[in-house]
């Protein structure tokens, strides 16, 4: 943040603690990225039944929704602790566990179907 942003610089030690939440979140979405792109894209050589493209497409969409989201926590508590206000709510884990949970149910049921 530019040092013109409102309130005051908060102790260090939570802005890199806050920055490491970024990058653990940008990282989780990368892991996204690498399970969807050789499913959804086909692996040389290999036949994928047809359910293995919908759960990468999956994958890299959660990616696409959990990195920006991220960013925007990441300002969200930034200004907060400048402020001396209470931190907002993270929503990522509900959404990174649903997205989970129904990546989950259609590996589940595409396993029963083949």
């Given at each position: 943040m530019a040092r013109?942003?409102?309130?005051?610089?908060p102790d260090y030690r939570f802005s890199l603690a806050n920055e490491r939440t970024l990058l653990a979140w940008i990282r989780t979405a990368f892991g996204l990225i690498?399970?969807?792109?050789?499913l959804?894209?086909?692996i040389h050589g290999v036949t994928l039944p047809r359910w293995h493209r919908e759960i990468g497409l999956a994958a890299i969409a959660l990616s696409v929704v959990i990195a920006p989201a991220a960013y925007r926590n990441?300002?969200?508590?930034q200004l907060a602790m400048r402020l001396g206000v209470r931190l907002p709510r993270d929503p990522l884990p509900v959404i990174l566990?649903?997205?989970?949970?129904v990546l989950f149910t259609i590996t589940l049921v595409s396993v029963v179907l083949t």
């Amino acid at each position: 943040m530019a040092r013109d942003e409102p309130g005051y610089e908060p102790d260090y030690r939570f802005s890199l603690a806050n920055e490491r939440t970024l990058l653990a979140w940008i990282r989780t979405a990368f892991g996204l990225i690498a399970l969807g792109v050789p499913l959804a894209g086909g692996i040389h050589g290999v036949t994928l039944p047809r359910w293995h493209r919908e759960i990468g497409l999956a994958a890299i969409a959660l990616s696409v929704v959990i990195a920006p989201a991220a960013y925007r926590n990441w300002r969200r508590a930034q200004l907060a602790m400048r402020l001396g206000v209470r931190l907002p709510r993270d929503p990522l884990p509900v959404i990174l566990a649903t997205g989970v949970a129904v990546l989950f149910t259609i590996t589940l049921v595409s396993v029963v179907l083949t």
